[in-house]
């Protein structure tokens, strides 16, 4: 066996355990009892040791080296020295946290997860607070160990968006921010909404809303035969290997976008996960590249497919069927509006496009705050209110509407949020590039119901390499430039433009 | 931490690790995609992998030897005592198997259960044949290496049923044998049946069966929340510790008895783990002391009490009224009939209980001459279909039918039959003493819908000790004397004597 096959076969092992940790995570969300969570807890942890170990051993060390020491004449370019890149990076840096660092995180982070789901559901703030400020302190630690040039935040936001600076998702920010406070304040000062959503909250049953939903993730392309939906309390897609990509979506009878978005949104992650190349299958490189890019694809499918109008000439007759009682007096015209309207809101999940990234924008300012230490554990419900009236004019009335409303920090992932305003952006700049070599059709094309051709796109440009490219490299093989605001920026204007000049 | 402590902490990651494999195997079985199969090969190899190596390792030696030396004084019926002996057994058994013949059963058993499925579908023998001398073979090197007196089965057995001999294992059907023979050609000889199971045979709804049946084992006491039901191909119980532990069920719409008494079946199994003593929780001995304990109490609730006249006094109305069509002309009396009608089958899991034995005397036959090699691999059909005839005087009319039926072999799972029947006569002796010990009340609770003295006294006697204490040894600390068929002859002739002289 060579040197390159022998670290092949260790770390296939090492993915294959991980992907068992996964569908421990995916079963404890979808199916386990309550009384489960005890053991599973244990389960998770003992595997989530035996993967760190495995990928941070000596006979992988002495594994890696071989290989590369094998392969330093391989082209540049090919599949196995993109491998030994990314088996490379991936073992540097775990290498860097501890053991014990790792263990005390997931223990924290298992018990913090339950502390948190009851201090929201009592809105007790001082419930939460001793666990985020643990989570706080062994995030500290990590970025530590995992090395920074004086800004911790970077450390964080690496495991998430590898290549992504700290200083670069602020200028992000700088460049979106004042377009996206304009257009909000434009839009509430038009008075009383000239849209109206309330179509929306009537009753929908949820066996028709399943139906439809399957219906329409398989006519954008969702592979059933190497996936499946399942219910969940939150939403989310988790993949075991490129032929077991699984998603949940949950249902309310009287909010029609939660579980229609909300499948079309994972679906966008799930195509993704079942579009990398098959030689990749079992392999280090099959995986979405980035958070960022990740969140590109559930947010193209959502938005810019799922929420555009073409879309919905071609669909809302089916859904209109599937519903004729509730939308008996609503055409295809005020059902698009119905789902595009702009709204400030206090909850992130619930917000429009619009809207969107200045929920992402305060916790990137809030998170950097609590982990410089700028900021309190104690202060920042009251920092996070003083935004919430800063960008949008609204006081959470509770702080389960405020702090409390994600899951992220419980789960230890400080570092995260940027990746979802990176998405979004992202996603504009590649859907126009679709469009540019699509010759300018994708709008006909989805208002006849092929779907094919974005997909087969998004397969060729983006999913077919999994990790292979590093997330900045990939997205200039793309649009052949860097992530750019200004695409984003111009697809908000001309789209809600549109919608609220009418 | 004290030695014990130690190697009780490696232990209980090990056991955490196995109880992972058993959630993707589960998993596998319900909810997977097919495309999923390849991936979860190489998940559930690399698990087994991981906890073969960490249950054998040279510090899991010293752990043991060391916690022995500490405990070398503790009184022999305490729970440590039967913790490190229970230890002790494990790590000599597992030790035995090198760690190469673990992975290659793993991986031949994976692939043959793919090739059994095929071949059952095509009835093709020919087609799972090399995967039957393959098994065959891996099981003899298996059986080798843990030791056995020449009698290679003997070391099979041991899996399953700890300290049970082959030899007993003959002595037991030679004396079960003769009688249910003659009880066979006695019932057979009465001439067109006395007894009438069209009615299970109408057409039952589906849902209707689940609601009837979750109703029925929640009233037997499976609790809801430490386990679930979902359906499979084939039912089955598993347990990732005592508070997840899950069954399956199958329905068929036009045979009403599958679900229903499958699903019976397999709450017994489940009340077994869900009724180990919660000190016992994530510890080796928190689990059933033998596959034939285990079977006594899936086959106690389904026949002693499901298959009972009192039960049926209490459910049938419920029964009836969720199917009023198919069973407005039907009383109570003729259901409990026909659910025990009598007849000779090819199929041993639709078999009754007067020749439920039979199937696993000629199974049990079948493969001690397999394993010896007294019997070929090309000749076991042949010798199957004699067998069939001699016992029950049917021809099977495929392989199908016959020698494909069931699943075990090609799991690599031999040895492993004669536990059903060691089961059956078990799950007599402890209904006749736990009736004794209630006064004799028993049919006069099931008939009044108390389940909970029976339950209570199964748990109290039986459920709580876990691996504690070995199976012989448990069924003379319960009844006073070791396995007997004596009462078990004597429930048959009493029972369908009642039923087929009426």
Redesign the interface.
Known sequence: MSALSELQSHL??VK??S???A??GW?QQT??????A???A??????T??VHQKATSAEMAGLLERAEAAGAELDTDSDDAAYLRMARRDFDKISKLPESLVAEMSRVTTLAHGAWALARAQSDYAGFAPWLTQILELSRQAADHLGHDGERYDALLDQYEPGMKTAEVRAMFESIKPALVALVRKISALGPSPVDDSVLKRSFDEEGQRQFGESVIRAIGF??????Q?RAVHPFCTS??R??VRITTRFDKNFLPMALFGSIHETGHALYEQGIAERY??NILCDGTSLGFHESQSRLWENLVGRSRPFWQKFYPALQSQFPEPLKDIDGEAFYRAINKVEPTLIRVEADEVTYNLHILLRFEIEQDLLSGKLSVADAPAAWNAKMSEYFGLTPPNDAQGILQDVHWSGGMIGYFPTYSIGNLLSVQLFEKANSDLGGQISEQIAAGEMRPLLDWLRTNVHQWGRKYPPTELVRRIVGGPLDPAPYLAYLEKKFGNIYTR
């Open positions: 296939a092992e294959a355990l992907e068992a940790a569908v421990l079963d199916y386990m009892p309550t009384g489960g005890v053991s599973r244990a389960q998770i942890t003992a595997l040791r035996v592979d059933w035969t190497r996936g499946r399942d075991f290997g032929s077991d299958a079992g």
